[in-house]
């Protein structure tokens, strides 16, 4: 039996996966393609973007610079429904960056708010935190 | 006429109130009761925490420890509603703290997951990130 549980994770894997291709393609348009068009980013820094345009174009532009080359690996810690067609999610990723001012191994914790539009689901809502060193 | 945004704005300044009460009362109580009983919460070092009793109980030990006596404000930056019940609002909060590793102003920026649930609005996933200064 698939229950809800298993559906919503299936949504938040299968997203997961087409950031993680994007990324690693260094490719800004594939990774804003996960996104809806009127999507919120927020992103470590605390910097808050609105929309896929905006959102294709800032990856676009840090896979071009201090992401060069870098690899990342998404992993799933939770999803589960909110109603019907609203999932929330929270990821891990694994980052690994050849140069830049954030060049070396590092993590993140991500939120991420699916939703099921026409044409499937999408990301409406993202943030992503570095996690900190342990003091 | 009240359009669907307008009302969840209002929706999100009520909830974020509550967090802003909470938070200068240094009540950790009070700050949960804002949350689902099953709320995910991702703070600024990118540790993830679930459900309400550790979300109050986290905040009871930073309002008695680093961020004594600090006082919090919170501002409503956007809030759409992606279903009936589910609002993602964002929020940008100002904190003063007069001591500890965190003392002095500082800003962040939260993404805010609200549901209706019987007994009204809650908050069903928080993130926070602080602002980075510019560089």
Same mark, same amino acid.
């Given at each position: 039996m698939t229950t809800l549980n298993d559906r919503s994770?299936?949504?938040?894997?299968?997203?997961? =996966?087409?950031? &993680?291709?994007?990324? $690693?393609?260094g490719d800004?348009?594939?990774?804003?393609?996960?996104?809806?068009?009127? *999507?919120?980013?927020?992103?470590?820094r605390g910097d808050y973007h609105h929309g896929r345009g905006a959102?294709? =174009?800032?990856? &676009?532009?840090?896979? $071009?610079?201090?992401?060069?080359?870098?690899?990342?690996?998404?992993?799933?810690?939770? *999803?589960?429904?909110?109603?019907?067609?609203?999932?929330?999610?929270h990821a891990r990723s694994d980052l690994s960056a050849p140069s830049g001012p954030l060049a070396g191994e590092h993590s993140s914790v991500s939120t991420l708010v699916l939703v099921h539009e026409e044409g499937g689901w999408k990301i409406s809502g993202f943030h992503n935190t570095l996690v900190a060193p342990t003091q």
């Open positions: 994770e299936k949504v938040a894997r299968d997203l997961l =996966k087409q950031l &993680e291709d994007g990324w $690693n393609a800004g348009e594939a990774f804003g393609k996960a996104f809806t068009e009127d *999507a919120d980013f927020v992103a470590i959102i294709a =174009k800032g990856h &676009e532009g840090i896979f $071009n610079s201090i992401y060069k080359d870098s690899r990342a690996s998404y992993g799933l810690l939770q *999803a589960r429904a909110l109603t019907d067609g609203v999932v929330l999610a």
